[in-house]
């Protein structure tokens, strides 16, 4: 017994650790992927119940016609612009 070349922990740790190593970096990255996908649709989601928020704000106030700026780089301009024209 116990004679010869006996390679068993090497492929045991071998096999054990491929395993461990393939779940935890691929789960890690498929949750990643998941969660930031998430938080994008969350933003998208969030971002268009402001204009339709903003869309009711102007319906309400109709003398006030400039009320914001939807564009993505214009949204600060269209801030200032719209509290300059609200006389607040």
Known sequence: MG???NYFYFYFFLFFFY???FFFFF???LF???FFFASFLHTIRTRQEYIF???NEVKKNRL????????QFGFFFGKIT???????
């Open 3 to 5: 004679e010869g070349n």
């Open 32 to 34: 990643y992927f998941f």
């Open 27 to 29: 789960f890690f990255i």
């Open 53 to 55: 928020k903003m869309i």
């Open 64 to 71: 006030c016609v400039l009320r914001a700026n939807f564009s």
């Open 82 to 88: 719209s509290l300059m024209h609200s006389g607040a």
């Open 19 to 21: 395993f461990v190593f």
